[in-house]
């Protein structure tokens, strides 16, 4: 017995540093040789200005509140820079970050399925072009997966173990992953509240979960509380929970969900992109204001026409949502490089129904994978869905794909021992035969 756990030990470890070696070399290989010298995406570096920003929190503090200031990654940029450090260094940085996220997806498919599928899933992980596409530029969506991640994985402890300290440790990472980026409060906030009607209708494993539910509430408000003060100091006394920007999405939305747009008949991010910017050039001229001035003036008067918009075109609303459902999986910059995470998002999707047959067959808690995936959906489906804004649920759907995968593999390992069978017993009769 002692030999069979230490020999399951060894197949454990080497099957994880296995994930985490090709995850390192295939980070590094994107930062140091594909990423400059591929066409297929912009390589510019810094296409939305973090580092600027950063930099700007170092010459003269966090002085002007915007929805990409107010968020956390710039933040991450200002320390590594005032420690010393480059670009360079934040590319190394993501890549550690990447390295991470595997393996945490290993972990959490070797707690819920098995060893066979975490180690699948941990290789899709680590070779998905979606995730390697993020790490060697200035974008925050390495940095989202890792923590959106690292939030399911801590919301599968807390399911094993709902006490104090699971619950406050599921605050904290929740809420820095909402500071990298508000959308994935929702999954938190549903979570906490599926734990409540657990332990309200007194489930099997919520009867001491109510102390971990409040635990992880009262650990989120904390760690907001000085980020959303800050926005209060720095607006002039206006109330901004995490970012300003909500409504500019959801606007945006009306527009990148078209069919000329959602089809990648036009390039989004260009004649969508310009579309957008002039709706909100003639919102902020209808308000007497000059667009882009202040950002959270340009919430308040976006917000006025949102309202409008939800409640004069429910119709027109609810095909923005409908269509976004879809798009947050696929639509990029054009349509040649909208095919490729459109085609990995169907064959994981595939493979996760097949997972999830199973694990309802099996009675495997697979709501704990399914939930944050659906709310990520939801929320930006609601807003502006454009498939860069899945990342952070592709290692979590990788899970489910690869216990697809698995049993797909012991479909056909049974197959294989079925046959031999047959073979077997007929050998047998007729070297018995006379």
Request: aromatic share 12%; proline share 4%.
């Amino acid at each position: 017995m002692g030999q069979q756990r230490a020999h399951q030990r060894w197949q454990s470890e080497w099957r994880a540093w296995t994930v985490g070696a090709v995850a390192l070399v295939a980070s590094l290989t994107m930062v140091l040789f594909v990423f400059r010298q591929q066409a297929l995406v912009i390589n510019a570096g810094d296409p939305y200005d973090y580092g600027r920003i950063a930099r700007g929190f170092l010459e003269h503090g966090f002085d002007r509140l915007t929805r990409r200031a107010a968020m956390l990654y710039p933040h991450l940029l200002a320390i590594i820079y005032w420690l010393g450090g480059s670009d360079f260094h934040v590319q190394i940085l993501q890549s550690l970050l990447h390295v991470c996220t595997s393996l945490i997806v290993f972990a959490m498919a070797r707690r819920l399925y098995n060893l066979r599928t975490a180690f699948i899933a941990g290789l899709i992980t680590a070779l998905h072009p979606m995730l390697l596409r993020y790490v060697a530029d200035l974008h925050t969506e390495t940095l989202l997966a890792f923590l959106y991640t690292l939030t399911v994985w801590q919301a599968v402890r807390f399911y094993d173990c709902p006490n104090v300290r699971n619950g406050m440790l599921l605050g904290s990472v929740g809420m820095l992953a909402t500071l990298a980026k508000g959308v994935m409060l929702p999954f938190v906030v549903a979570y906490g509240v599926i734990w409540l009607v657990r332990w309200q209708r007194q489930m099997p494993g919520a009867k001491y979960a109510l102390g971990g539910v409040v635990a992880m509430f009262v650990t989120m408000v904390l760690i907001v509380a000085p980020w959303t003060y800050r926005n209060y100091r720095v607006s002039n006394g206006r109330f901004v929970l995490l970012t300003p920007g909500t409504a500019d999405a959801f606007l945006r939305g009306y527009i990148f969900t078209r069919l000329e747009f959602a089809t990648l008949q036009k390039p989004p991010y260009i004649d969508a992109e310009n579309e957008s910017n002039a709706l909100f050039m003639r919102i902020a001229a209808d308000a007497g204001t000059s667009w882009g001035n202040d950002e959270v003036d340009d919430e308040v008067n976006n917000g006025r026409v949102m309202k409008r918009m939800i409640i004069e075109h429910p119709f027109d609303t609810a095909r923005k949502f409908m269509v976004g459902w879809f798009t947050f999986w696929y639509e990029m910059t054009s349509l040649k490089n909208s095919l490729v995470p459109a085609t990995l998002a169907l064959i994981s999707w595939l493979l996760a129904i097949i997972g999830l047959r199973r694990a309802h067959t099996e009675g495997r808690p697979s709501w704990l994978l399914v939930l944050p995936i659906v709310m990520l959906n939801l929320v930006v489906a609601a807003l502006v869905p454009l498939g860069r804004y899945s990342v952070p649920a592709l290692p979590i759907l990788s899970v489910l794909a690869g216990f697809g995968a698995d049993t797909l593999l012991e479909r056909r390992n049974q197959r294989v021992a079925a046959s031999n069978r047959q073979i077997n017993d007929i050998l047998t009769s007729v070297s018995a035969s006379p």
